[in-house]
């Protein structure tokens, strides 16, 4: 989640963009460095069927903060999440106020993972430019790292307040996949990521110079004419995000034992989704050999919970399911209110 380093990028099918940074309103943004450029590479698309997004990616200002679409999507996304998720621990008795409880800390530390995650993939331009990388109010960060983050920082908390830590990812994974997508339709707005060309009819355009994604195509790079588009790659993840949710809440939640797996096999499903977007969708900078930042998290996401959920992950039995009793409920009252409010007396 947000602008990342498009740098130095050069492939059939793939745009050019410069490898000198520079910020926008909307957030990072980089320009291209070669104005010269009157063609687009060999092998992008030029095509009249397409989308523009002529958007302004910024809503307006509260103080020193900017607030994006993309800022304001995500704030709904962890708002729509622990409400999900009270909900859901209330029916399982755990409560709500341990869910508003952990999520204080877990969002905390998915701010500081998200961050740092960005700084670390755009490190070229923070070197020589510390003090940026305090300066979140203008934008930039990454959600793999608000993602582990979040969970680092749920599992602490949870388990200094001695809450269940595994039935609390359990109840989260739904909902934290569900949040992701309605996040996404902020990037989606905002044109936070470049992409591969593509003469497909729904390929993107952003119009607007403010927009992150204005500079990632030959529009924004070199002052073309608006028949360039790209793949609108969180916008596929954002379809991805919700049919996992789907999958995940309606066939999988309250299958599969021992708890803490389906949080396992949430990590695993976006893992897989987000690796195949990062390969034949993104246009990220390299950051191991000729693999982005974010594949080789998902990498080694997957390989973890891959080992996990062959080791331990089972499905529930008509034994477990009728005999489960995830937390104390207390001593059932006998009759009506009216009729217990007599007996008091």
């Excluded at 998915?110 to 070229?124: K, T």
């Excluded at 893992?271 to 390299?286: E, M, N, S, W, Y």
């Excluded at 950051?287 to 529930?316: D, H, N, Y």
């Amino acid at each position: 989640m947000g602008s990342e380093a498009y740098a130095n990028l050069w492939a059939v099918g793939v745009w050019r963009s410069g490898s000198a940074p520079a910020w926008g309103a909307g957030g990072r943004r980089f320009k291209s460095s070669h104005p010269d450029q009157s063609e687009p590479p060999s092998g992008t698309a030029a095509s009249i069927h397409l989308i523009r997004i002529p958007a302004d990616p910024n809503i307006g200002s509260l103080g020193p903060l900017l607030v994006s679409w993309h800022g304001f999507f995500t704030f709904l996304g962890v708002a729509a999440a622990i409400f999900l998720i009270a909900r859901w621990a209330r029916r399982e008795g755990l409560g709500s106020e341990a869910v508003y409880n952990v999520a204080i800390w877990a969002v905390l530390a998915g701010i500081v993972g998200a961050r740092l995650v960005h700084v670390v993939d755009n490190w070229e331009f923070y070197q020589n430019d510390l003090p940026q990388i305090l300066a979140i109010n203008v934008g930039g960060v990454g959600l793999w790292g608000g993602l582990l983050g979040g969970l680092a920082g749920g599992i602490i908390a949870a388990w200094r307040m001695g809450y269940p830590i595994l039935k609390m990812m359990d109840l989260s994974a739904p909902a934290l996949i569900f949040s992701q997508g309605i996040g996404r339709i902020g990037d989606v707005i905002n044109g936070e990521h470049c992409s591969k060309a593509t003469d497909l009819p729904w390929g993107f355009v952003y119009t607007n110079p403010e927009s992150p994604a204005f500079s990632c195509t030959p529009l924004g790079g070199a002052g073309l004419t608006e028949t360039h588009a790209m793949h609108p790659a969180v916008g596929y993840e954002l379809i991805y995000d919700i049919l996992a949710f789907g999958f995940l809440y309606k066939f999988v939640r309250g299958r599969i034992k021992p708890d803490g797996m389906l949080f396992v096999l949430y990590l695993a499903m976006y893992a897989t989704g987000r690796l195949l977007i990062q390969t034949f969708f993104r246009l990220d900078p390299k950051f191991i050999g000729s693999l982005q930042e974010a594949q080789v998290i998902a990498i080694s996401v997957l390989v973890v919970t891959g080992v996990v959920l062959l080791w331990k992950a089972r499905p529930k039995t008509a034994s477990d399911t009728g005999s489960a009793a995830t937390f104390p409920q207390g001593p059932k009252l006998k009759g009506t209110r009216a009729e217990r409010r007599r007996k008091d007396r």
